[in-house]
């Protein structure tokens, strides 16, 4: 499945520095879907470099980081449980305190 | 001599006595100012009713005096904004929390807008040391002083210290220097200061004066604790956040939108928490945010066009991309302001931002003892060492970007995180100094280790006695401390 990926706020120093990631993540054997909670655990194995800690909590993102799903917040969508489909957009930003 | 220093440190004694008196001054004005203010917005809404029709009565019907028709005219040709938003704007009050990257263009826009009413509070002063940092790299804290004939050249164009804070304010309060500012803009607007820290002590009281609070703050204890306060007064929050190339806004508790805490019930770890002052920042990004923030509270204050409440704006410079995503609404579970939230404001009052967070309410860095002082050594104590010729090999571990800004003559750039692959070149590299000095190999190379504050540099040693480098020290409060305490040429960032 084409699914275009995207990290800010910091999150990219996590995947040496590339924001915008084009990937095609193949469905395992028995798999008929691809989740969120499934898309997470692929990113980390396939995508993230160093530091997963900063990247994931548990099975789910760590706290500070909002998910979204073409625009829009994942929470929105079902969280771990929203299914993605052909060309998503799945968004990764940590949130920023400086000003 | 001696009598020129008693009269050097009469003299300012005298200064800090006259900047007292002139302070004290100025906030009894700002207090009859806001008294005189009540007073007329009394009797105006007291005598609009038999008001006498004057001559010329043209601006008067709609409230506007002629000076205010002339000044916001271009504000009253908006169909869309037009008499009816301006009015709106005069009668409402703003609070901007922070003067600095953010709230310094914020600031600028509001007053020129012709809020009624607009507060600033910080507890920062305006610091000389700023003042000598200038024209170093764009790594420099936003809240660097930029000289004001810097300003007109167009040099260092972007910091927050060019918008609002000139030399003239000098160890003044940055509230001072950021009202006179605004004041110069506007003069009909009443700029009210507050010059202390925002606490959970004084929140409730300062923030209930106002009808909308902007959040240009820079750190992450006192984002919760603005948004809870906001939470418990009914306020909307304006919020703006910039770090590096990339700026985020919203606006929280409005119109059924989320609160902070909804988006973000639980702190992120520290680790994660990178401040301006250590990740660098463009400064004109919080430019763009902090003009963007004073356009959503001036939507907000007049009740023009859709606020952005419940969506997101995502700013990334590099890219020059911006997204705006939908937010998830107000939580149910919401701590602060969920359906079964019993958030107070006694329970505000006693919250500890701080531990909640594990990070401190100013933005100040972090200071590490992890070594026993024989495992250390101070920037003074190191230029003796240099002086003397002593043999030894100075290891500086910040990143490399950091050390293309200035490094110590002769010290080897070895980045922490690649310290454990360097081993070898570190071993290496005090066998050549010892041939060099004509020591006898395993006898003696001393190994120091710096980095910009000395927090990295204890990490460095720790790791390399471990390692078996167990001859390391590091120097105690790096390069700063260098730049403080040894050569005051030595440029700080
Ligand atoms: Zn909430």
């Keep these: ?99 | 001599m001696e009598s020129n220093g008693g009269e050097a440190s009469r003299l300012l004694r005298e200064i800090d006595t006259l900047k007292a008196a002139k302070s004290d001054i100025e906030h009894r004005i700002s207090i009859l100012q806001s008294q005189l203010g009540e007073i007329v917005d009394k009797e105006e809404t007291l005598s609009s009713s038999c008001s006498p029709v004057p001559i010329n009565d043209s601006g008067v019907r709609n409230g506007l005096s002629p000076e205010m028709i002339y000044r916001y005219s271009r504000h009253l040709l908006l169909p869309s904004f037009g008499v009816q938003g301006q009015s709106k704007l005069l009668k409402s009050s703003i609070l901007v929390v922070g003067a600095g990257g953010l709230g310094s263009p914020a600031l600028l826009y509001l007053s020129a807008c012709g809020i009624g009413r607009l507060g600033i509070v910080d507890h920062d002063i305006v610091e000389l040391n700023n003042l000598h940092q200038q024209s170093k790299a764009s790594m420099n804290r936003i809240d660097l002083i930029i000289q004001s004939d810097k300003l007109i050249s167009g040099l260092n164009y972007g910091f927050d210290a060019l918008i609002i804070h000139t030399e003239a304010y000098i160890s003044q309060s940055k509230v001072t220097s950021a009202a006179a500012a605004c004041r110069a803009i506007n003069s009909t607007v009443q700029i009210v200061e507050h010059k202390e820290a925002l606490r959970t002590s004084n929140a409730l009281e300062i923030m209930n004066e106002y009808d909308i609070v902007v959040d240009a703050t820079d750190n992450l204890p006192s984002r919760y604790m603005i948004s809870d306060c906001c939470v418990v007064l009914g306020k909307p929050l304006v919020s703006g956040a910039a770090l590096g190339l990339e700026g985020q806004l919203t606006v929280y508790n409005h119109n059924g939108g989320p609160c902070y805490r909804c988006l973000f019930p639980t702190p992120p770890p520290t680790s994660a928490c990178q401040r301006c002052s250590d990740s660098g920042v463009l400064g004109v990004v919080p430019g763009v945010i902090g003009c963007l923030q004073a356009l959503e509270a001036i939507k907000i204050a007049s009740a023009a066009g859709e606020p952005l409440s419940g969506r997101m704006l995502l700013f990334d410079a590099l890219s020059a991309r911006i997204r705006v995503v939908k937010l998830r609404g107000r939580s149910l579970q919401c701590e602060a302001c969920g359906e079964n939230a019993a958030f107070t404001k006694q329970l505000f009052r006693e919250f500890d931002y701080e531990k909640f967070t594990e990070s401190p309410l100013s933005a100040s860095p972090l200071k590490l003892n992890l070594l026993p002082r024989s495992a250390r050594i101070s920037s003074k104590e190191y230029k003796e060492k240099v002086v003397n010729g002593e043999a030894h090999v100075l290891v500086d571990v910040r990143p490399e970007h950091h050390f293309k800004i200035v490094s110590l003559p002769k010290s080897l750039n070895i980045p922490l995180s690649s310290l454990e692959g360097k081993l070898l070149e570190i071993s290496s590299a005090l066998k050549g100094e010892e041939q060099r000095s004509g020591l006898v190999s395993g006898s003696g190379a001393s190994l120091y280790v710096v980095c910009r504050r000395g927090n990295d540099s204890q990490r460095a040693v720790q790791y390399l006695h471990k390692m078996g480098l167990t001859s390391a020290q590091d120097v105690i409060g790096g390069l700063e401390s260098w730049a403080h305490d040894v050569d005051p040429n030595f440029p700080t960032y």
């Design chain 1, 1 to 99: 499945m084409q699914l275009t990926l995207e990290f800010g706020g910091g999150l990219e120093l996590l995947c040496q520095s590339v924001k915008i990631h084009n990937v095609d993540v193949v469905l395992q054997a028995g798999e008929t879907k691809l989740t969120m909670r499934v898309l997470l655990s692929w990113i980390r194995t396939n995508v993230i470099k160093e530091r997963p800690e900063m990247f994931m909590k548990g099975d789910s993102v760590r706290p500070g980081v909002l998910v979204l799903v073409n625009d829009c917040d994942w929470e929105l969508s079902g969280q771990l449980d929203t299914t993605l489909e052909e060309k998503d957009v799945v968004v990764f930003i940590s949130t920023l305190h400086g000003g």
